[in-house]
């Protein structure tokens, strides 16, 4: 169940941010949609909105938030599982409360209060989704915010990262069937995180190339991965230098998207919007660059015969 | 927007093609069923010609492409709905990459190219795309673009 950016501006008076750290990482979303616009349902802006922070930590998002929920760390599933209970009107076990490092007052009164609200959203960050327990989380969070339609309007959306990583997705959506962690080496897609995604494919010393674009895996990937990418030859694509290619074979500099290249971004709703670029670059656009990529590629005989003869020249 | 077929026609030129044998249906023309040689020259139905490529049609019918008016084949909700049934995917048979069509997957979302080539294999060349918000219509032409078939749109 999600939405798009706009309907948590026009109509949101809960917002509810679970492991992760939007004045950080997000600086914009709080002043562009979910705490201080004025929305059509929302007309006095941050004084109709309530803001909750989950998270094991303090961080600078805690300033903004009306609400903070330190929970332990490792604890997420449980806590999502107690509200799911308290909703309902379950009996929870104090035990089990006491291991989140939440009391059962603040648990009470987060129920109530997402039960409470016109139209809540959840925006779950990585400290959720890829923490212990990864998908398992994401899914316990998806289920929660389905249960309380039952109370009130409530969705769940991902706090994507950086760059057009959720146009990467949509993308491979509609080529592939699949957003990621697709294997082509078949002639057909398909699909096994776990197995085919990037980290493991490095980890598992799969892959003999690699290229990388618009990301720097050299920087974010656990070491084991990023000692493959400098064994193998990995080819980046990025206007800047970046860790991951100082360990490449080959970088060659392109143009900035949205600055000095058009193009097509995806917003974390999915919305589509256009680049227009502002100035010129000396440099060839990431597409450039991989199109010529691909006639050289294409140039060369294939590895595998044909199995079907292709139509007589006419 | 044009068809990959009418695309390679024009590469093609001055092609000329010649199919026999078929059953030939054009109820624009009062022609039922009638078995006759079908001719075209540049991309267009002509009497006759002269060499160029035959293709024996014989047990087929020939028929006008057919226009789907009402279709959902692209779209951010189309695209949803791929990334909620990884299943369906795994369950239906997959399109093998061949040196003349793309791999992809089929099913009840098929990727972009197998919805084309699904389509054209059932005498379809164009379709319309029924619900297209303008929000995410953006979204929408950059897959038709990628789809094999002529679409037009229909915005909602």
Redesign the interface.
């Known amino acids: 169940m999600s939405c798009t950016l706009g309907e948590v501006k026009n109509r949101a008076d809960l917002i509810v941010y679970w492991g992760g750290n939007p004045a950080e990482c997000h600086p914009r979303h709080f002043t562009k949609y979910t705490l201080m616009q004025k929305g059509k349902f929302i007309p006095n802006g941050r004084k109709d909105r309530t803001m909750v922070l989950v998270d094991i930590r303090e961080t600078p998002s805690v300033k903004a938030a009306d609400i903070f929920l330190q929970v332990r760390p490792t604890k997420d599933f449980e806590v999502i599982t107690i509200l799911r209970a308290l909703i309902k009107g379950q009996p929870v076990n104090e035990q089990i409360v006491a291991e989140t490092g939440l009391t059962m007052a603040q648990l009470q009164d987060f129920a109530d209060r997402m039960k409470r609200a016109k139209f809540g959203v959840f925006f779950f960050g990585m400290g959720l989704s890829m923490t212990r327990g990864k998908h398992m989380n994401s899914a316990a969070l998806l289920i929660l915010a389905a249960e309380l339609n039952a109370f009130t309007k409530f969705v769940a959306m991902p706090m994507r990262g950086h760059g057009n990583v959720t146009g990467g997705d949509v993308i491979m959506r509609w080529t592939t069937g699949y957003p990621f962690g697709v294997n082509l080496a078949r002639g057909y897609p398909r699909f096994n995180p776990g197995e085919f995604s990037t980290i493991d494919l490095l980890i598992r010393g799969d892959c003999d190339a690699a290229l990388v674009l618009g990301a720097d895996p050299g920087a974010t990937m656990p070491q084991p991965a990023i000692d493959h990418l400098a064994r193998i030859p990995t080819i980046v694509l990025d206007p800047k230098v970046t860790h991951t290619s100082r360990l490449a074979r080959v970088h060659i500099t392109t143009a900035v998207t949205g600055i000095s290249a058009p193009g097509t971004a995806y917003r974390m709703d999915e919305i589509p919007l256009p680049l227009r670029p502002a100035l010129k670059s000396p440099y060839p656009t990431d597409e450039e660059v991989v199109r010529r990529i691909r006639q050289a590629v294409a140039a060369k005989p294939l590895l595998v015969p044909p199995t079907v003869p292709a139509l007589p020249a006419v | 927007m044009v068809s990959s077929l009418e695309k390679e026609s024009n590469l093609?030129g001055n092609?000329?093609?010649r199919i026999t044998g078929g059953k030939v249906y054009d109820p624009a023309n009062g022609v039922n069923g009638q078995v006759q040689d079908i001719c075209i020259s540049d991309g267009k139905i002509v009497a006759t010609v002269e060499g160029?490529?035959t293709i024996d049609a014989t047990g087929m019918v020939i028929f006008p492409g057919g226009v789907d008016v009402h279709t959902h084949v692209?779209g951010?909700a189309l695209?949803?709905a791929?990334?909620m049934i990884?299943e369906d995917?795994?369950r239906n048979a997959?399109?093998?990459?061949?040196?003349?069509r793309r791999?992809?997957?089929g099913?009840s979302?098929?990727?972009?190219?197998i919805t084309g080539y699904l389509y054209a294999g059932l005498g379809y060349t164009t379709v319309n795309e029924a619900a297209v918000p303008i929000?995410?219509a953006?979204?929408t032409h950059?897959?038709l673009r990628?789809t094999p078939i002529s679409i037009s749109l229909v915005v909602s």
């Open positions: 093609q092609s000329r093609i160029g490529r692209a951010a695209n949803f791929r990334a990884p995917h795994r997959p399109f093998v990459r061949t040196p003349l791999g992809g997957i099913g979302t098929p990727t972009t190219f929000l995410s953006r979204h950059e897959e990628d």
